[in-house]
């Protein structure tokens, strides 16, 4: 399809996955598209950006998508086994709208689009938000949202995030992860409130740059014996230990119950570079503990968060140098 008529089937990228069937692959040659609140409803589709015009036109570069008036998501993902690639994505300033969105799907690929927001102030849209399952989330450029990403799943070994570059993202930070044992690596994350915030147990935060961040990763964790996620290898580089409103990385547990104490497990920080440190011995990093009472039969508790530190036995001496974050 191609923004120009008599160049294609279609002049509307909404159009064209309103008639697609299952196992189509839509080609949207360069132009721009004023499309909002489009839905991929079929499996099996391939949403693919071209990067020139067809025909007689002169357009070049990714087709750009204007969400400027939708109230929603730009593009909302409502089947599995899709791969959307190479676009040009600007949103809307609906309230709480993505970029592009998807909820319960599976096996879906977003790969190789620019995505930015248009709204401004403290509560701009989401770049990514997606739940399910077999999710890839690589090589694209994000900007002005919050969060870059937010990615969440109930599978293990089923979200990869690599290969991104997040800037200047406000409130929630450059990508938010709520699952256990997913991956996330290869990525520059510059100028955002937060690097990444994880939720859950075993996650590999690995080789990413963060940068001009004052938390570059903040670790929530509650589950009860469950092994920390590992923060490895990674570049941390101007961030805010300092500044004690925005200086702490983990929030951990220690828990009275009816049935006994109740500790959530450390996280693993082994081997990252800290800009900040002096370069002897190792890296403290800056949580919470919180120390409290639950009362099952009540459904309540309470409790004290405490200034507490985890620590980096063995800091790099140098930055890693990870591909495409120079």
């Not at 990615?151 to 929630?172: F, H, Q």
């Amino acid at each position: 399809m191609d923004d120009e008529p008599g160049d294609a089937d279609y002049t509307s990228i909404k159009e064209a996955l309103n008639a697609s069937s299952p196992g189509d692959t839509i080609e949207v040659y360069s132009g721009t598209y004023p499309e909002q609140m489009m839905y991929i409803k079929n499996d099996n589709i391939t949403l693919l950006g071209i990067a020139h015009e067809l025909g007689g036109g002169n357009d070049t570069g990714r087709p750009f998508i204007d969400g400027n008036v939708a109230l929603g998501d730009v593009l909302r993902i409502e089947a599995s086994q899709v791969l959307i690639s190479n676009f040009l994505i600007e949103n809307s300033n609906g309230y709480n709208a993505g970029c592009i969105a998807s909820n319960d799907q599976n096996n879906i690929t977003i790969s190789d689009c620019v995505l930015h927001t248009k709204k401004e102030g403290d509560n701009p849209n989401k770049g990514i938000g997606i739940r399910g399952n077999h999710i890839q989330i690589i090589h694209n450029e994000i900007s002005f949202c919050s969060p870059g990403i937010s990615a969440v799943t109930d599978s293990p070994l089923s979200i990869t995030i690599t290969g991104n570059v997040i800037t200047d993202c406000g409130i929630y930070g450059g990508i938010v992860l709520t699952g256990d044992e997913q991956n996330i690596s290869g990525n520059r994350i510059l100028r955002c409130v937060e690097g990444i915030r994880i939720f859950g147990t075993k996650n590999v935060i690995y080789r990413n740059e963060i940068d001009d961040c004052p938390i570059c990763v903040e670790s929530t964790n509650f589950d009860p014996g469950q092994r920390g996620n590992i923060i490895t290898q990674n570049n941390f580089k101007n961030y805010s230990f300092g500044n004690l409103s925005r200086g702490y990385w983990w929030t951990r547990s220690i828990l009275v119950t009816f049935y006994g104490v109740v500790i959530t497990k450390k996280d693993q920080w082994v081997g990252n570079y800290w800009d900040t440190w002096i370069g002897i011995g190792p890296m403290r990093i800056r949580g919470f503990l919180v120390v409290g009472f639950v009362f099952v039969f009540l459904e309540t508790g309470i409790g004290l968060p405490l200034p507490w530190f985890e620590y980096d036995r063995h800091p790099a001496k140098e930055p890693y140098d990870i591909p495409g974050t120079d």
